[in-house]
């Protein structure tokens, strides 16, 4: 165990450490390059988000403004304070990681700030060998510096890599690739998250609810196998909690909110907004007004707290996770602009989009004969052939088909399209596809709530209430297990707890070493998985 690694690559933590730790290391699984432009970037999206019907749910929960008695009014003249607070100086190096990226200053350090992974998936805004670059450089970093391992130990280690229900195969690939290739490790045990947080728990049966940053998952397992056809996953998460916050805090009307150059998409204002989140926010039916703050130290802005009264918001982020389409899904999603994309990386997305540039036609060469024109026509239908029976219609470079030259094709939106509905909704049609009986009653007396959003004091109370209402008459007990009675402080860290435990009882099968990958590659993969390698049918996209 002194020699394995357990990281889990997620949306916007990196959750990493060695087996025998009792806790991993959480890194913000992000990079920050130096722009090389200077000029200044221009996102409306904090102008245009708006939920969809904020009006009807404030008349469905009117309890929620009662104001209490007990607080201080903040107006304009003592909503501010002035703190002498020493300021960092701005850093040299051209490339920053983890947590010193998420505090650099939107008004004075030029960076570019990227995640490599977004909803569960290597970046699709980017190009994916910018994204794939990004995230070498992050393990690199972390490799080295953080864990403290010598570049020429490397092939000491073996590594746990946990990834999500909803895995892309591509995704998978490249990852396995990069730690065999890039860092010579010399053995990979990989397993799905919903396994991993059953097997820290000590249950071999559970229904697991992974509420997390970009996305909400719901799988049901049982006797350690993830039963297919039950994993639900909606696109919704801490970053949409954080999101709604901050519009609520700009628009209420009777307390005054200083702090209105806050924007989501810098990283340091997020965090701003996610500390007053975990910190503040509840399901308590008493005391919705509180007294907070935001202490604002960056460069380039004065020292100052921003002090004002978070009333009915305190209760609207966390029951949003049951009325997703009323209050985290904007009235005009037409408007919005991605968070994640960068007018400077003339790779992303948006460029492509602007310039209409995603199929571009190219000149055939004279050079080619036609043997050669004959075998790549043939090279190019078998790899579509191939991305079509899986599903996917991913990015296919240098391929021609009929003369013209395909640089670019975007996913099919039908394989990351989910809809949104309340976790409620989702836990019981989960376990209601599966048939038998005694285990469908085992998965609502054992529901283990895990991830970073799922923090909220009387979240655990709500889900017991609204799942009650809903499951079928013939169920008669519901146990959340939010805590469960292990070593781990935070359910949050129950994934990974779980997967450190999962390797001290691996057979020396079960991994997948560096001589098989370099000999067979992706079939030693797909034959020494724990998990159907390519069987899309555990996957279900919800729809009512």
């Given amino acids: 165990m002194e020699s394995t690694i357990v990281m889990i690559p997620g949306s916007y933590n990196l959750k990493i450490g060695f ?21 200044d970037i221009q996102n409306d999206s904090k102008s245009t988000y708006k939920p969809a019907k904020l009006g009807s749910m404030r008349k469905h929960f009117s309890r929620f403004s009662t104001l209490s008695k007990n607080y201080k009014r903040y107006n304009e003249s003592n909503c501010t304070e002035i703190v002498d607070e020493r300021i960092a100086e701005p850093p040299q190096s051209d490339t920053i990681f983890g947590e010193e990226a998420i505090s650099l200053s939107p008004k004075s350090d030029r960076y570019d700030v990227y995640f490599p992974i977004r909803y569960g998936y290597i970046d699709r805004n980017r190009s994916r060998t910018a994204a794939l670059f990004d995230l070498e450089e992050i393990w690199e970093h ?39 290739d890039k860092f010579n490790f010399s053995a ?38 993830l039963i297919p056809g039950t994993s639900f996953h909606m696109n919704f998460g801490g970053y949409h909690l954080n999101r709604l916050l901050l519009f609520l805090l700009k628009e209420q009307k009777h307390h005054y909110f200083s702090f209105m150059d806050c924007n989501l998409d810098n990283a340091l204002h997020e965090k701003y907004i996610s500390n007053v989140k975990e910190i503040c926010c509840h399901l308590k039916q008493r005391n919705t007004t509180m007294n907070c703050s935001i202490r604002r130290i960056e460069r380039g802005v004065t020292p100052q707290i921003y002090y004002f009264n978070l009333t009915e918001a305190r209760c609207f982020v966390p029951i949003s996770l049951f009325y997703p389409k009323e209050l985290l899904e904007p009235v005009d999603k037409s408007g919005m602009v991605d968070a994640e994309l960068n007018p400077h990386d003339i790779y992303d ?32 239908k078998e790899q579509e052939l191939y991305w079509n029976e899986h599903g996917l219609k991913v990015l296919l470079e240098n391929v021609t088909i009929n003369g013209r030259s395909i640089r670019l094709i975007m996913p099919d939106e039908s394989f990351d399209h989910r809809e949104s509905v309340s976790i409620a909704d989702a836990i019981v049609e989960s376990v209601s596809q599966i048939s038998s009986r005694f285990v469908r009653l085992e ?56 997967a450190a435990l999962m390797s001290t009882h691996l057979d020396d099968s079960f991994w997948i070493h560096k001589e098989e990958w370099a000999e067979y590659g992706i079939v030693a993969l797909r034959e020494n998985l724990p998990f159907i390698y390519d ?8 729809k009512k």
């Fill in 142 to 180: 972390t490799f080295n510096n953080i864990l403290e391992i010598k570049p020429e130990d490397h092939e000491l280690y073996s590594v746990v890599l946990v990834i999500p229900d909803m895995f892309s195969v591509r995704d998978l690939n490249d990852m396995t690739a990069i730690l065999f």
């Fill in 349 to 380: 997305r948006s460029y492509f989009e602007r310039y209409k540039a995603l199929i571009e036609t190219v000149e055939e060469p004279d050079q080619l004969t036609a043997n050669e024109k004959k075998k790549r026509d043939k090279l190019a």
């Fill in 443 to 498: 998965m609502f007396s054992n529901i283990i709530l895990t991830g970073g959003s799922s923090q909220f004091y009387g979240l655990k109370n709500m889900i017991e209430d609204k799942v009650f209402e809903k499951m079928p008459r013939e169920i008669e007990k519901i146990d959340i297990k939010t805590n469960p009675e292990t070593q781990i402080s935070d359910s949050i860290y129950l994934t990974w707890k779980g």
């Fill in 19 to 39: 087996a025998i730790d009792n806790l991993p290391k959480v890194i913000p699984h992000c990079i920050a390059r130096r722009s090389v432009d200077t000029m």
């Fill in 188 to 225: 990979i045990y990989i397993h799905k998250s919903s396994i991993c947080s059953s097997f820290g728990s000590r249950l071999t049966s559970a229904c697991v609810v992974d509420l997390g940053y970009h996305t909400s998952s719901i799988s049901c397992v049982h006797e350690g196998i």
């Fill in 535 to 542: 069987n899309p049918n555990n996957i279900k996209n919800y």
